[in-house]
Each structure stands twice: as structure tokens, then as C-alpha cells.
């Protein structure tokens, strides 16, 4: 889950991250052209007026003189840019076009004689490039027949003055609004994983066991949630109550089933005081009293609301549960004539699951071998201890499993009246609980089915190597 909220925020940060720059750069780049536009409209402007100053004085006389000193007070002719084109003397012979400037140039001027001709010939205002820049050509009459023409010189750097700082402060803006939706967005970010987070956790305690637990719906941490998720925690909140409601009424049903089994069990306990003494009798009664124990525990757990159940030590020796049940089977085994064999079970083997379903697995692999084989067949339980894990074998000289994958699945027993299949599925189920297995095969001793649980007693992370475990696999089921 904590990956996905970080996906899910991150997601939510470059979404806001891309929708702001397609929106920054969708005005910004106008904007920035607009001022390098403007910049170079600003620069030709101030040449214009630069140009539009000498008029006055052009317009009083042409003295050369008088022409440098007003030159010389512009800004532009004082640093070198602006020059006049004189126009040819009056009385002096002109060649060409006689409106046309044709005499001397006062300043430093950078435009074509051309280009001046032109400028002065058709009376307008024009722009040429020139090394370094562009020539703005300004042709001012001086009187009758006769004009001059201005020039004033715009370098490259004037037409893009400002610009750059102004693409640093719209980059800047950019950045800004960029940083601020990534503020935005993680905010609501924040508070949709915090929901998800919210009913993840809530899912996983109630798949831990918890049924009290419920997502609040209503309050300050859930303000700002999508309705969505509020919608989500509205159903989890009704599903466990859904939950509670059914295991509630299971509890009930399984407590009267329990109930149930009290009429013949206590017809069953009647009959079995009446066999009067010797071995089978009183392993009849023994069996009759632990099975009326068994149906009150039932009925007391299914009774028991779970918040109210007691806690239960996990774990007990293989060994001694193996040896009491063994012991137990063993006078039915003689009353049929069944050899059988125990073996592994002298030194202490702890398992990490509780006496009473490690009994049930037990007994559910030897019920098997007396229900599945004819009276008379030999069966051997071995006990294996390591390091890691308990092996119990439980083999028979019987014929074995036709098909041990349907043997394993639960509701699949075909062994005749009394018979439901869900023994294996529960030594399945417990020796999956310690993180073990269940196989099935043919043993190499007796010839008939071989049943291996194995219980994990450390974690597999704690294996001293894989090559001993396939080693000992293979000594049990031989290929």
C-alpha cells in the first residue's frame, strides 16, 4: 500500500507538473516575444526621435558648423551613431537627382551612398542593415528642391536590450507557478493517500482478525477526502458489519450442530458402559468421553463472541502427541490384527501449533490407514526432527493413493459411509500454518501410501541450505 500511495501522489504531482507548464508556456512564449517585439520597437523609436531633434536646426541652415554643434548635443551623435547627409550647395551644379543629398556627410556615418540617395530621393523613412546593426535613414527638406537625410545607427544590442532579464523574471514566474501547483497537488495528494492509507490498514486488520475495526466516515481526517473513497469506507463499514453478522450466525449453526450430537453420544456413552471390562471396551469408553469433551469445546468456542476468546499458547511437543495417539490407535490395531510400528518419537520434538489440532491431524492420517485398508494391513508412523522443520510419516502396506492430487482436495474422500474428505484438507491447512506441506506418495518400507507432514518450526529464512531438504525429500519419496 505504501507503494501505491506514492504512486498515486507522485502521479498527482506531475500531473499538476505538466497541466502548469503547458499553461505557463502557452502565455509565457507570447509574452517573451512580445517583449523582444517590443525591445526592438523601443530602440528604432528612439532613433526616430534622435533623428526628428535635428530637424529644427537643418531646417534654419545647412552651415556645417552649426549642423556639428546640434549633432553633437544628441545623445546618439555624441557617442559616434548619428550622421547628416548635407544636401548639395545651393547654385553648385548637382548630378543625378538634384533633391537628393549629394553633399558633404558630417559624423560618422555607416549607411551606402545608395541607400542615402534613395532615402533623400523618395522622401520616406527607411531602415537598412549595416555591419554591426541597422541604419535608420531619416530624410528631413531644408527648403525648396532640396533635403537632407539623418542617419542614425541602432546596434544589435539595443534591439534586444532587456530582453534577456525579462525572459529570466518570465522563466522565474514560470518556475513559481510550477512549484506552487506542486505545493497544491501534494496537498490533496496528501490527504487521498492518507484516506487510501486509512482503509488499507482498516482492510488489513480486519483480515488480521480484528471485526471491531471500521473507517471513519465523518470528522476532520476524512475533510478533503474524495467522495469516492468516502463511498469506499461506507462499503468496507458494511461489509465487516456483514462479516460480524455471518460469523455470528455460523458460531450459532455450529453450535447447534454440536448440540445436536449430545442425543447420540450419550446413547453411544450407554452402550459403551455396558460392554464391561477389557481393552476394547475401555478404549470404547475412553473414545465416547473424549469425543463428548470435543463437542463441549465446540459448543463453548462457537458460543464464545471472538473479542472474548482467551489467549492460547501456541505450541506443544510432537513427540508426546504423537506417542498419547499412537497409543490410543494401537488397541484398535491389535483387535484387527494390524502390525504396527512407531519410530523418531523417544527424543522431545516442539512444533509451533496447539496439542489439540496437531491430536485432529493425528488422528485424521491414522483414521485413513484404518478406513482405507483392509483389516490386517501393517502401518508405521515415523517422527524426524531438524533443525527447521518435524517430518511425521505415516505409511501403510496398502495399495496405496490411485490419485493423491483429488486425494487432496477438500470434500474429495471416497472412503465409504462416515467418510466427508476433509481430513488431509485439515492436515493440509495446519501444516500450511508453520509455513510447511502435505505430500502424498509410496512408501519405500511398507509399499502402500506413504502421508508426509512436514511443520516448519523456524522460518525459511532460517535454513541452513536448500540442498539438505531436496536431499532428505528424496530419501522419503524415492522417484
Known amino acids: 500500500m505504501k507503494r501505491f500511495a506514492h504512486s498515486l501522489r507522485w502521479a498527482l504531482i506531475k500531473a499538476a507538473v505538466a497541466g502548469t507548464t503547458m ?41 556645417q558648423d552649426a549642423i556639428n554643434r546640434a549633432l553633437a548635443s544628441t545623445d546618439a551623435g555624441a557617442q559616434g551613431r548619428m550622421a547628416v547627409h548635407l544636401p548639395v550647395p545651393a547654385g ?43 541604419a535608420l535613414l531619416q530624410p528631413v527638406a531644408v527648403d525648396t528642391g532640396r533635403t537632407a537625410v539623418v542617419e542614425v545607427f541602432v546596434a544589435e544590442s539595443d534591439l534586444t536590450r532587456g530582453v534577456s532579464t525579462a525572459w529570466l523574471v518570465l522563466s522565474a514566474v514560470a518556475l513559481g507557478l510550477v512549484a506552487l501547483s506542486v505545493l497544491v497537488a501534494d496537498r490533496m495528494g496528501g490527504r487521498i ?44 463499514n458494511a461489509m465487516a458489519d456483514r462479516v460480524v453478522q ?22 453411544l456413552r450407554l452402550n459403551a458402559a455396558s460392554l464391561g471390562d477389557g481393552d476394547a471396551a475401555d478404549a470404547t469408553r475412553h473414545a465416547v468421553a473424549q469425543l463428548e469433551r470435543e463437542v463441549d469445546q465446540i459448543i463453548r468456542s ?61 488422528d485424521a492420517l491414522l483414521g485413513n490407514v484404518f478406513r482405507h485398508t483392509a483389516v490386517g494391513t501393517a502401518f508405521s508412523v515415523d517422527v524426524l526432527a531438524t533443525d527447521a522443520s518435524v517430518i511425521v510419516l505415516v505409511g501403510d502396506a496398502g495399495p496405496g493413493y ?21 481430513g488431509l484438507d485439515i492436515v493440509r491447512k495446519l501444516a500450511e500454518s508453520t509455513g510447511g506441506d502435505l505430500a502424498l506418495g509410496r512408501s519405500a518400507v511398507l509399499g502402500g501410501a506413504e502421508t508426509r507432514l512436514r511443520l516448519r518450526t523456524r522460518p525459511a529464512e532460517g535454513l541452513p541450505a536448500r540442498a539438505g531438504r531436496r536431499r532428505a525429500r528424496g530419501a522419503l519419496f524415492p522417484r
Not at 123 to 128: K, L
Not at 207 to 224: T, Y
Not at 308 to 326: F, L, N
Open 402 to 422: 490411485s490419485d493423491p492430487a483429488a486425494a487432496l482436495k477438500r470434500g474429495e474422500g471416497h472412503g465409504g459411509e462416515g467418510s466427508t474428505g476433509l
Open 302 to 362: 462457537a458460543r464464545r463472541a471472538p473479542e472474548d476468546a482467551p489467549a492460547v499458547a501456541v505450541g506443544c511437543d510432537a513427540a508426546e502427541v504423537i506417542r498419547e495417539r499412537v497409543g490410543f490407535w494401537s488397541a484398535l490395531a491389535e483387535d484387527e490384527g494390524r502390525r504396527w510400528q512407531l519410530a523418531g518419537a523417544e527424543r522431545a520434538a516442539p512444533v509451533p501449533v496447539q496439542r489439540g489440532d496437531l491430536a485432529a491431524a493425528v
Open 246 to 267: 455471518l460469523l455470528a450466525a455460523e458460531r450459532e449453526l455450529a453450535a447447534d450442530l454440536s448440540h445436536r450430537l449430545r442425543t447420540p453420544l450419550t446413547v
Open 193 to 236: 493517500v492518507a484516506s487510501a492509507r486509512r482503509l488499507a490498514t482498516a482492510a488489513r486488520s480486519l483480515g488480521a482478525g480484528n471485526l471491531a475495526v471500521r473507517v471513519p466516515v465523518a470528522g476532520k481526517q476524512v475533510d478533503g477526502s474524495p467522495e469516492e473513497l468516502r463511498e469506499a469506507a461506507h462499503a468496507f
Open 23 to 63: 499553461v505557463a508556456l502557452a502565455f509565457l512564449i507570447p509574452l517573451g516575444l512580445m517583449v523582444q517585439q517590443t525591445a526592438r520597437e523601443r530602440a528604432f523609436t528612439a532613433a526616430e526621435r534622435q533623428a526628428a531633434a535635428l530637424g529644427p536646426a537643418l531646417a534654419i541652415t545647412t552651415d
Open 92 to 134: 553648385a551644379p548637382a548630378a543625378g537627382d538634384s533633391a537628393a543629398p549629394g553633399g558633404p556627410t558630417i559624423g560618422d556615418g555607416r549607411a551606402a551612398a545608395a541607400d542615402v540617395a534613395t532615402a533623400g530621393g523618395q522622401g520616406r523613412a527607411f531602415t537598412v542593415a549595416v555591419p554591426g546593426g541597422y
